[in-house]
């Protein structure tokens, strides 16, 4: 099975790609589902974020109060690592069972929705990425008009997040979403056809045998730490 993942920056569209491939039928892996999912009440990594943060950063229901837990990791390092050695290994492995589960029941490919696709190196672990992009400028005018902040304010949230150009930089596959709505419409109905002929009829094969499936993705692995380390030469 071909796993994909889909990235880009701030108000480049991103979410806007990802429903309307949702839409499409397409199976789609939504990292910031799975990440509020995993720290529901009664869930291992909840029970952490209790014992590690304190009992404050939960409502009196027992949902995770995100606005108190932020407050406590912006200012401090330390504590921010250790939230995220408790949620990403957890929405890591939420992720696996979804990609599995769409593999066990014979899907040719599916797409994995990763805002950090890139920052946390899961790029190397998909068969394809792929970048929604708009220029800086464009992503500068759509925040301050979804957002209605200044200039200032907006450019200071782009300024903390790598670069959508660098990003780039790792796409197999870029949509420019600087157009129209239907313009993007159909750059995404372009991008399931290309996928679905990227995936072929191999998928068949190693969903039959699991060892093929195994060695295509230990290729996988190979050919982008390769890639990785030739772009660290160049």
């Known amino acids: ?6 990235t880009g920056g701030i108000a ?6 990802s429903a309307l491939l949702k839409a499409s ?14 720290v529901e009440p009664g ?19 027992g949902t995770l109060d995100r606005k108190k837990l932020g407050s406590i990791i912006f200012t401090d390092e330390v504590k921010r690592r250790k939230l995220n050695s408790i ?6 492995k939420a992720m696996f069972l979804e990609v599995l589960g769409y593999w066990i029941r014979g899907w040719n490919y599916c797409v994995m929705d990763v805002p950090l696709l890139i920052e946390g190196g899961l790029w190397q672990l998909v068969g394809s990425v792929v970048v929604v992009y708009c220029s800086e400028e464009l992503q500068l005018q759509r925040l301050i008009l979804r957002d209605n902040s200044s200039r ?9 997040q790598l670069p959508i150009s660098k990003k780039m930089a790792y796409a197999d596959i870029v949509i420019d979403n600087s157009g129209s709505k239907q313009e ?7 991008l399931i056809t290309r996928l679905e002929n ?3 009829w191999t998928w068949r094969l190693s969903w039959a045998l699991p060892p093929i499936a195994l060695l295509s993705a230990v290729w996988i692995l190979l050919s982008r730490r390769l890639r990785r380390n030739k772009r660290k030469t160049t």
Do not use: N, Y
Not at 184 to 190: G, N, P
């Open 43 to 61: 869930t291992p990594a909840l029970a952490k974020i209790k014992a590690t943060f304190g009992s404050e950063v939960l409502f009196p229901d």
């Open 184 to 190: 993007l419409e159909d750059h995404v109905k372009s």
């Open 87 to 92: 949620v990403h290994p957890a929405v890591r």
């Open 198 to 200: 990227q995936a072929g």
């Open 12 to 17: 480049t569209g991103k979410s806007t790609v």
């Open 25 to 38: 039928k397409v199976p789609v892996v939504d990292a910031d589902v799975i990440a509020r999912r995993v």
């Open 152 to 160: 200032e304010e907006a450019t200071s949230r782009l300024s903390s």
């Open 1 to 6: 099975m071909l796993v994909v993942g889909l």
